[in-house]
């Protein structure tokens, strides 16, 4: 076979596009398809057990409505468990196909790339040479005019082997995208069930309290919700501490600013208190420093009187901010901002609850304003605040409520970066403790 035919040859074996796999055997497919029929038919119980759960919640309260509320609830958790396993046992398959299929472009990739580098070496060593001294080196002529053919032959394909190296590369991407995509919904479901499961232990726990009830009678129960009552009244009375220097706000008013954020944004309002509740690495520095130079951005600290050169970045916010202030009647001077974090470098300069600097407070200015209809949207009202925080982190991808999409947007709200951190972590458990301590005990009273 002549020479030029068998290189073109290898150069289509490896650089031949990578197609889908074989289609999966009649194994797999019975598989698939019980999978989904499976779903299917958790998801039409959920259904009817959400429009029972409705129902019962509109009844008037009574022991058994209450225990018969607590087992729908119960039921509803557990099917929910269900549908999350079925759809990890679809992802497992998917994800493991994707992975191979990775590894099959990134085989084929690396072949390309050691081919490629082989050739050019060779078409650099016939470049190198004068024509006369190219003739020369050969055995006889005729084998000269050959290589020189197959080599020109060559070269003219490099451009459709390096198209198709690049089209290899671009289709990794996609599917490590995908892959990663399958990954989040597989950690999705996982932190679903743990949720779950918890939730049925704690209805279970309560149905119980409640049956021990039942076996008094209706002035025990009269006792029980009237207990109820006054705990939720409690729970929304207490003072919600807030970042930023911001004066504490009952709690009641800061559930109804998260359940209007939540109506805008789909931020789920536990996610956001826990969010404007949580100290991360500003600590002690929240909303104790003043900004005393604009020109320089130096301030001071109200609690330590220590002065710092990097209070607020002058070219960035100093301008904004002092604008801020003004519009609202506030001294800038007067008007208290996170100092700098010592030893970590950067700047200080955010303001109240949502810890906004002044650049990006203005990004949401114009939003805050049409949602509230205020004409000044104000960075130490926990109101604005609230609804500031929901857009930014509707931004970072938390808007779903899916438990990596807020892993993601805590990480980011702070500057931290990444998928995952120490503060995401921290703000998560923060939040399934406000559900479940502050929440949930508020609902139907």
Wanted: one cysteine or more; proline letters at 3%.
């Amino acid at each position: 076979m002549n020479r030029i035919f068998k290189v073109i040859l290898i150069l289509l074996c490896i650089f031949m596009p990578v197609f889908s796999h074989a289609q999966t055997n009649e194994t797999n497919s019975d598989r698939e398809a019980r999978l989904k029929a499976e779903l299917a038919q958790v998801e039409r119980e959920q259904a009817e057990t959400e429009k029972i759960l409705a129902e019962t919640q509109g009844q008037s309260a009574s022991l058994s409505r209450d225990i018969l509320i607590l087992n729908t609830k119960i039921k509803a958790a557990q099917l929910n468990i269900k549908a999350k396993n079925l759809l990890i046992e679809s992802l497992g398959k998917d994800i493991n196909t994707k992975q191979a299929k990775i590894e099959d472009l990134q085989g084929h990739i690396e072949k390309g790339k050691e081919t490629l580098a082989q050739i050019m070496r060779k078409d650099n060593e016939i470049e190198s040479l004068s024509f006369p001294e190219f003739i020369l080196s050969q055995d006889n002529l005729s084998k000269a005019f050959v290589d020189i053919d197959n080599f020109d032959s060559i070269q003219s394909s490099l451009k459709v082997t390096f198209e198709t190296l690049r089209s290899n590369k671009a289709q990794t991407e996609t599917e490590k995208t995908n892959l990663n995509t399958r990954k989040n919904q597989e950690s999705d479901a996982r932190a679903a069930i743990v949720t779950e499961q918890k939730n049925i232990q704690a209805n279970e726990a309560e149905k119980q309290r409640l049956l021990v009830i039942s076996k008094g009678n209706e002035k025990a129960y009269s006792a029980e919700v009237a207990n109820k009552k006054a705990k939720a009244a409690e729970i929304r009375a207490a003072l919600f501490a807030l970042a930023g220097g911001a004066q504490a706000i009952p709690f009641g008013d800061a559930l109804k600013f998260a359940n209007e954020a939540k109506k805008t944004t789909g931020i789920r309002p536990a996610f956001l208190l826990a969010i404007l509740t949580q100290e991360s690495a500003l600590g002690k520095n929240v909303g104790t420093c003043y900004l005393t130079n604009p020109q320089t951005g130096s301030g001071s600290s109200v609690k330590s009187g220590i002065t710092f050169s990097n209070v607020m970045k002058p070219t960035r916010d100093v301008g904004p901010f002092i604008e801020i202030t003004k519009s609202l009647g506030m001294d800038y001077s007067k008007t208290l901002v996170s100092c700098p974090i010592a030893g970590a470098g950067g700047w200080g300069g955010a303001m109240g609850p949502a810890q906004f600097i002044a650049s990006t407070w203005m990004l949401f200015n114009d939003r805050i304003a049409s949602t509230l209809g205020v004409k000044t949207p104000n960075p130490w009202n926990p109101e604005h605040a609230f609804v500031a925080s929901s857009f930014y982190l509707t931004d970072l991808g938390a808007a779903n409520g899916s438990y990596t999409g807020e892993i993601k947007a805590a990480c980011k709200y702070y500057g931290s970066g990444g998928s995952n951190c120490a503060y995401s972590s921290q703000v998560m458990a923060k939040a399934d403790t406000i559900q479940r301590t502050m929440i949930d005990p508020l609902q139907g009273l």
